[in-house]
Each structure stands twice: as structure tokens, then as C-alpha cells.
């Protein structure tokens, strides 16, 4: 079976052991960009995504776009046909990529020490709630709960009330970015160095969001500061935050320089602001943060939206609209960055779906087909790349290990 030629991971193969959003969301992203990624899942069961809302009718419509440019793969890993032909695909690929609980895999023969002594060449990418080592990596790991544990929750919401949590799966797909991210590094160092030999990549869920508040420790570590919740960028910069314009609407507004505040001022008509003890550097301003966020409020009150938008924009001020899918879905620039693109469903006909991102300008990223349906591909891979006989297929079929 020839692999696949379109963007600059052509000639990648990957098998996705793995199942639900983070980990899959990465072998996603990297099947956008050309890598083959096979898809294994449970025979009669699949990916539990398959079964995740929302739905059109019976079909599941997260499916598509998450599980798109993949082929489907039934292999039942707990016996030992299904596991002796995982380590045929594995000699035959680059990439495994699995989010089962430490020690899982290895249990089952075909962990990464078992699987290298078939592909010494071999990459796996593990994707566990908190990785392979310390006192809770057995425990189950799962996207809100890695949320809480990483300090992002704490820092959400209002004082007088419980902290929130992300209203989407935000720290599986913060956590797939960064399977994709560690994934081509290692492949770089396998291919581009003498003695580069595979390797496994070892990622918490947790660990994902946590790398993204440097803030946070700095400040713990230096100031001995607890930061509490707040709603907005509070502590960063001021003024920030969510303010009403006068036709109702929101928008998001914020000067994370000084350089920023003076433009703003200038446009408020407010220079005086900029000689003004109070006001004259972003960190008297945090003093300050209240006194300075209610003379933004009370300034943008008097300005449509667009109007409002038009006018910021002239004086180089950051703010947007803060925007339904509804808006995003009518929005030019959306459209002429194809943010949203339009593929065809086997059942549902068309269906749109965020477009690939980033944009390369040689070698670009496509959808080559939608989340395909379960084991749609078993003859083609089994045939094509592993040579067995119609006849055996038939039989691994019988037998329920596809």
C-alpha cells in the first residue's frame, strides 16, 4: 500500500491506538498535513467518540471533522491474532500514538520496548490524565479533572462563586497540539541525525495547560501570591476586560503595553490620563484597575459596535466583537481565510468543518476524506500493506478480531 503524498508529512505512517479527543486530535492534526494515520478501533465498538453529541438524527456530527483524514482499522488488541498483526503495521510505520493507563500496552505485549524490538525506527506518543511516571499516574485521566489539577480552573470565574470550568474539552485539544507538536520533533531527530533512533514521548493532560501559566508560577514563586479567580484578564493589564457599546452588543477590549494605553487615550480624548499618578503606567493602573476599567466602560457606552470597531481599529486600539458561531459563519474574514470549510458526507451530503490550520505556503495541509466509518478500510490495509489473502481477512472477520 503506497502512503499517502499530499502536504510536507507525506510518507508519515501512523497508527491512533488511542481513543476520545486529546490524543486522537493530534494524530488529526498531523494527518492534515499528509501523514497516513490508521486508525485502530474495537471491532462493533470504535472510537467512544463515535458516540459523543451533538447529532443530526443518528449521526454524529463531531465525528467527521475530528477523526477526518484517518482510516478506520478494527482490530480487537486483546487476543493474539489482532496483537501479531499491531506489530506487523508496527514494523511497517513510524508513529504510534495511544492514551491507554500506564502499563496498559505493556501488559498486552505490545508496549514501546515490545513494539521497538520489531522497529527499533519506531516513535510512540503516550497520552495519559498525568503521565507515566509519579504517585497518580495510575489514575483515570480525563480533560476537565487534568483542568482542575493544572491551576487553570482555580483561576476562572468570580470570587462570591465557584470556579468554572472550560465549556468545551479545552485542554484536549491544547494537549492534541502538542502531540502533534512532539511528534514531528522526534521525527526530526530520527531523520535528521546519525545516531537518531526512535524514541517514546511521554505527555499529561494536565501538564499541557500547566505550561501555559509561567505567570503563575513566577509570581507564586517571587511575590508568594495566591492568585484568586477573576473574570477577565485581571492582574495582566489595564484597562481589559468585556465592555457594552450602546447598541448592546459585547466587545473585548485590552492595552497590554503602555505604548497601547496612550493610543487608547489619545482616542478617548483622555491624554490627560497619560500625566495623571493613577493612570500613567500599566502597573499604577492595576492599582487602579476598577477606576480605569469604568472610565473605558463608560467611554465605549457612547459607540455602536461597528462604529466603535472602525474607530479603534484607526488608532491601532485592540478589541473585537465577541462573536456566536452564528457571526463567525457570516463573517468575511472567516470566509477568505477558509476557517470554515465544506467537505462531502457519505449520509449527511455537505458539511462544514474549521479548515486546516496554519497555512503553508509550499506544501499545503488538504481534507482528504471525513472521520470514515468503522473498518471501512480493513481490506485496503490488511490487503494492501500486510498481503493477507482475502481468505484470511474472511476469517479474522468470523473470528471477530476485525
Known amino acids: 500500500m503506497k502512503k499517502t503524498n499530499f502536504g510536507p508529512l507525506s510518507g508519515v505512517r501512523i497508527l491512533d491506538l488511542s481513543t476520545m479527543i486529546a490524543a486522537p486530535f493530534g494524530a488529526t492534526l498531523l494527518g492534515d498535513f499528509g501523514a497516513e494515520v490508521i486508525k485502530v478501533e474495537m471491532p462493533g465498538k470504535g472510537d467512544s467518540l463515535r458516540g459523543m453529541g451533538p447529532f443530526h438524527g443518528d449521526e454524529p456530527l463531531r465525528w467527521p471533522g475530528l477523526a477526518r483524514n484517518k482510516k478506520s482499522l478494527t482490530l480487537d488488541l486483546h487476543t493474539k491474532e489482532g496483537k501479531e498483526i499491531l506489530r506487523k503495521l508496527a514494523r511497517a510505520s513510524d508513529v504510534v500514538i495511544e492514551n491507554f493507563r500506564p502499563g496498559t500496552l505493556e501488559k498486552w505485549g505490545i508496549g514501546y520496548e515490545q513494539l521497538k524490538k520489531e522497529n527499533p525506527n ?10 507515566q511516571t509519579g504517585p497518580n499516574a495510575p489514575k483515570a485521566g480525563f480533560g476537565t479533572p487534568a483542568t482542575a489539577y493544572s491551576g487553570f480552573t482555580y483561576l476562572h470565574g468570580y470570587e462570591d462563586r465557584p470556579p468554572i470550568s472550560p465549556s468545551f474539552s479545552l485542554t484536549d485539544y491544547i494537549t492534541g497540539i502538542y502531540v502533534a507538536f512532539a511528534t514531528v520533533t522526534a521525527l526530526y531527530y530520527r531523520d535528521t541525525n546519525e545516531e537518531g533512533t526512535g524514541q517514546y514521548i511521554d505527555i499529561g493532560l494536565y501538564e499541557s495547560v500547566f505550561r501555559l501559566m509561567e505567570f503563575l508560577v513566577a509570581e507564586y514563586d517571587q511575590n508568594g501570591t495566591i492568585k484568586e479567580r477573576s473574570p477577565g484578564l485581571s492582574g495582566h493589564s489595564s484597562p481589559a476586560g468585556t465592555f457594552q457599546t450602546k447598541d448592546g452588543y459585547w466587545i473585548v477590549l485590552v492595552t497590554s503595553s503602555d505604548r497601547t494605553f496612550e493610543r487608547l487615550a489619545h482616542a478617548m480624548n483622555r491624554a490627560d490620563m497619560l500625566e495623571d499618578e493613577r493612570f500613567y503606567t500599566n ?6 484597575f476598577d477606576l480605569t476599567n469604568g472610565i473605558v466602560a463608560d467611554w465605549v457606552k457612547t459607540f455602536n459596535r461597528d462604529d466603535l470597531q472602525k474607530y479603534l481599529d484607526e488608532h491601532g486600539v485592540p478589541i473585537s466583537p465577541i462573536y456566536s458561531i452564528k457571526d463567525i459563519f457570516e463573517d468575511e474574514h472567516y470566509k477568505q481565510r477558509e476557517n470554515i470549510i465544506e467537505v462531502d458526507h457519505p449520509r449527511l451530503g455537505k ?5 486546516i490550520v496554519p497555512k503553508f505556503s509550499e506544501t499545503p495541509g488538504a481534507v482528504r476524506n471525513v472521520g470514515p466509518d468503522l473498518g471501512e478500510h480493513n481490506n485496503e490495509i490488511l490487503c494492501e500493506l500486510l498481503n493477507y489473502s482475502e481468505e484470511e481477512i474472511a476469517k479474522l472477520k468470523e473470528s471477530k478480531i476485525i
Open 122 to 131: 519506531l516513535i510512540m506518543t503516550r497520552v495519559t490524565g498525568y503521565g
Open 351 to 355: 458539511v462544514k468543518m474549521p479548515g
Open 283 to 288: 502597573s499604577v493602573r492595576l492599582q487602579n
